[in-house]
């Protein structure tokens, strides 16, 4: 019998991914719902990162200048139990969770009126489980002529390796603005042979490959498996680019690291790993603006206040431990 009640963040694997889990105790903390420690409602109404604030038209959020985000998506592969927007994800942004071609063309348009945005970023969800819409944008976007980034944030690989359609991403590395993919992984146990051939055939497509990767208590809080995450990586041809700090909402406080552990891990990172393997460490504030990159324990800092992009200034242990943060002091002005 599923111990798993409905308006919780439903639990979704795929079949690779429970073939691995039999074998992993991290991909299965990953993957599984915790009833001990998940059994409260998903809350629909937050608003990390203050995306719903920033959206300016369905599906599009500018939050930084000059890059935008369109979330295309909230479907996933597979469900990890620390998403960041489980408020959203598996719910969606219509009944299939996708943006509609009509949505599109208005993301489109915004990108279009803005000259300052050089840069579209692809998230979700999985932007990759909407491939129609994927290439849809993707086409109209690179037709824009300050539009000289395309970006896709993907876990695809990881989760569905055997989904991945490369003769899309193919096109879209074609298509003229340069084109990143930025992979997440937390833990060497998902990079198995036939993810490591996956990632082969995707540097040979021309897209800059990038990881983005979070501390998790429990699972990758340890110096040899971060050392053997982000060697194998950079060997493999993917740019260790963030490894953020957990955002503690009410069902992923069992995986959030105090920020003092992560420094320290962090820093020992960087004694030991070559530069292009070693990510930035980001503590990003929620209801606020700006993923700041936090300083290795060589420097003697105070890290107990911080001041984000727009000069808020916030305590950072009561950032970090309450579920409901202070609001934003300014936020990024559009107009
Ligand atoms: S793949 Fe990304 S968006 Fe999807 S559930 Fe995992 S963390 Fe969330």
């Given amino acids: 019998m599923s111990n798993i009640v409905e308006d919780r963040f439903a639990e979704k694997t795929t079949e690779h991914l429970r073939g691995l889990a039999s074998q992993s105790d991290a991909i299965r903390q990953m993957y599984f719902f915790d009833p001990e420690h998940e059994n409260v409602p998903a809350n629909r109404e937050v608003d990390l990162f203050l995306e719903k604030q920033l959206t300016r038209t369905k599906g599009v959020v500018y939050k930084y200048p000059g890059r935008v985000i369109i979330l295309l998506s909230y479907t996933c592969a597979a469900n990890c139990r620390y998403c960041e927007r489980q408020d959203r994800v598996g719910v969606g942004l219509d009944e299939e969770g996708r943006l509609t071609d009509e949505e599109l063309e208005n993301a489109v348009q915004f990108v279009a009126e803005h000259n300052e945005i050089s840069e579209v970023i692809f998230s ?192 950072t242990v009561e950032v970090a431990e309450c579920v409901e943060p202070p609001q934003p002091k300014q936020v990024f002005p559009l107009e």
Avoid at 213 to 232: A, H, M, P, W
């Fill in 124 to 315: 979700g969800g999985d932007p990759l489980t909407h491939p129609h819409g994927l290439r849809l944008a993707c086409q109209q976007m690179a037709k824009i002529p300050h539009v000289r980034i395309l970006r896709v944030h993907t876990r695809l690989p990881l989760q569905l390796p055997a989904k991945v359609d490369y003769d899309l991403l193919a096109e879209i590395a074609s298509l003229g603005p340069t084109f990143y993919l930025s992979l997440h992984v937390d833990h060497p146990d998902e990079l198995t042979e036939d993810v490591e051939e996956g990632i082969r055939r995707l540097r040979k497509l021309g897209a800059i490959l990038l990881c983005q990767s979070v501390f998790l208590k429990g699972i990758n809080d340890d110096l040899e498996v971060l050392t053997q995450l982000f060697t194998r990586l950079a060997e493999l041809g993917v740019r260790p680019y963030y490894l953020y700090h957990c955002h503690p909402i009410a069902t992923t406080m069992r995986f959030v690291m105090s920020l003092d552990e992560e420094v320290m891990l962090m820093s020992r990172l960087r004694e030991r790993l070559s530069g292009i393997a070693c990510p930035q460490h980001i503590f990003e504030m929620r209801h606020t603006t700006g993923k700041l990159a936090v300083p290795s324990d060589h420097w003697n800092v105070d890290l107990s206040h911080v001041r984000d992009f727009v000069g808020g200034e916030y305590d």
